[in-house]
């Protein structure tokens, strides 16, 4: 094993994955704001939008979601400066992760919002509660928190693809493993614990939403 | 408007060449993954805590550690650690292989148990044995299930393969990325790219859906035909 592994330098390189962990919390957790604000107000307007929006919004979901992120990153880091819109590299790895998950989770709101019993519109009608209360005191309460559970999940997978950000010179932390292993001719240590350090956090973040999953199943 | 129409003709060959590359690794990665999943699918199922155990394990493990990290490893660890220098599509291949492979076997898994326990009943009714029974009564039905989520990880995997650029492969990303350094005419190139991989989604959805009609058909059910771009009616049916 020693052969192979020099504990030295993995001890070297925590200190420096550790600070790139910090910028993949931040990305993951700024993205997953975003995509979850997104995501809930395209699943409200691909509902009760007219269809001069609906279509073409339903038309650019689609292909945000069959295209690969690595591309929309460049396209926001590459493209967009020569039109004049410049963004630093985290805010870009932000926008990036944020909008190609709102894709994904406006599918899980859509889902909630479905799920929601044809009992409760009518009740809603039948109090003649405007359209607005409607939705914020009788639909949205009870699609948000089945939705739950999937939320994570996507949180979770998003977690994961922030190593994409490296693409963009974010210094999150498969930059900093691999910037490390450039630097000292060895990258079996850095990548190693990079990929336990994710194994870490996402599976107990996987088997709480197991959990959660359960428990909304239960009610 | 002239000089983007050049610069788009001029890049076209490059272009296509990219994307074949990116269909050989899906197609490739797609067939280990498949593999993958059954294998590691059906062990989840077995009667042996350890078998179980030893799947889970490997499904954890590789959904857990993120497929980039993952890539890394096969690429930059595995000659410098181990000599093992692979070749970097076959590294690709076999990280997306190994990744998506795990995905799937939890939807192997899944389909299977969520077969109606009558019918298992019924094959020891019938005296099948193992084989035909798996083969002739619970495969059948469970294929039908996994399909549409396997055409879900089908996509997922194309736009993974974008990823195989970032350990030097030439697909269609690594294609526009470079030809932008040399050429200019970002917009229109990187467009171009997205354009593709767009086709090359629906295309891919539009075969699986082939697939789940025949395998439906097999077990006696029906699917409505929606064309290349289904999601479209989808959208409109709320």
């Known amino acids: 094993m020693s052969q192979y592994w020099n504990w030295e330098l993995a001890q070297q390189a925590l200190p420096r994955l550790m600070e790139g962990f910090l910028i993949t919390l931040q990305a993951t957790v700024l993205g997953s704001i975003l995509a979850m604000t997104l995501g809930l107000a395209i699943a409200l307007l691909r509902r009760v939008s007219p269809w001069p929006v609906r279509v073409p919004l339903g038309w650019t979901v689609e292909f945000i979601r069959s295209t690969p992120l690595l591309i929309q990153l460049y396209v926001l880091y590459i493209v967009f400066p020569e039109f004049g819109i410049t963004m630093s590299a985290m805010t870009v790895g932000i926008l990036g992760l944020g909008i190609h998950y709102s894709t994904y989770t406006s599918e899980v709101y859509r889902a909630g919002i479905e799920a929601v019993p044809v009992g409760q519109w009518e009740a809603a009608t039948a109090l003649s509660l405007p359209a607005r209360r409607t939705w914020q005191v009788v639909i949205l309460p009870q699609a948000l928190r089945s939705v739950l559970p999937n939320l994570g999940n996507y949180v979770i997978a998003m977690f994961k693809d922030t190593p994409y950000l490296l693409a963009v010179s974010v210094t999150e932390m498969v930059y900093e493993a691999r910037d490390f292993g450039q630097e000292n001719f060895s990258y079996i240590e850095s990548f190693t614990i990079a990929g336990l350090i994710f194994l870490a956090a996402s599976y107990p973040a996987s088997l709480l939403t197991r959990r959660l999953e359960k428990h909304f199943a239960h009610r | 408007m002239a000089n983007l129409a050049d610069s788009l003709v001029e890049a076209g060959p490059l272009l296509l060449d990219g994307a074949v590359v990116t269909l050989e690794l899906t197609i490739l990665s797609a067939v280990v993954a498949l593999a993958v999943s059954f294998i590691f699918g059906l062990m989840a199922l077995s009667p042996w805590v350890i078998v179980r155990f030893v799947s889970r394990v490997f499904t954890e493990f590789f959904r857990g550690t993120s497929l980039l990290v993952q890539l890394f490893w096969l690429f930059y660890v595995m000659p410098l650690a181990f000599g093992i220098t692979l070749h970097p599509i076959a590294a690709a291949v076999i990280g997306l292989g190994l ?87 970002t917009a229109a190139a990187f467009g171009a790219a997205l354009v593709l991989y767009f086709l090359m989604a629906q295309v891919l959805a539009w075969a699986m859906r082939a697939l789940e009609r025949r395998a439906k058909a097999h077990i006696g059910q029906q699917l409505e035909h929606l064309g290349l771009f289904a999601f479209l009616r989808r959208g409109e049916r709320v």
């Open chain 2, 99 to 185: 990744n998506y492979g795990a995905y799937g076997s939890e939807v192997v898994r899944g389909s299977i148990t969520a077969v109606p326990p009558t019918q298992w009943e019924a094959t020891v009714a019938l005296n099948l044995s193992c084989y035909q029974r798996m083969r002739r009564v619970i495969l059948p039905q469970a294929i039908v299930t996994m399909i549409p989520s396997f055409s879900n990880w089908l996509i997922q995997l194309l736009k993974g393969t974008a990823l195989a650029s970032l350990i030097t492969i030439t697909e269609l990303t690594r294609v526009i990325h470079d030809y932008r350094v040399s050429e200019g005419a």
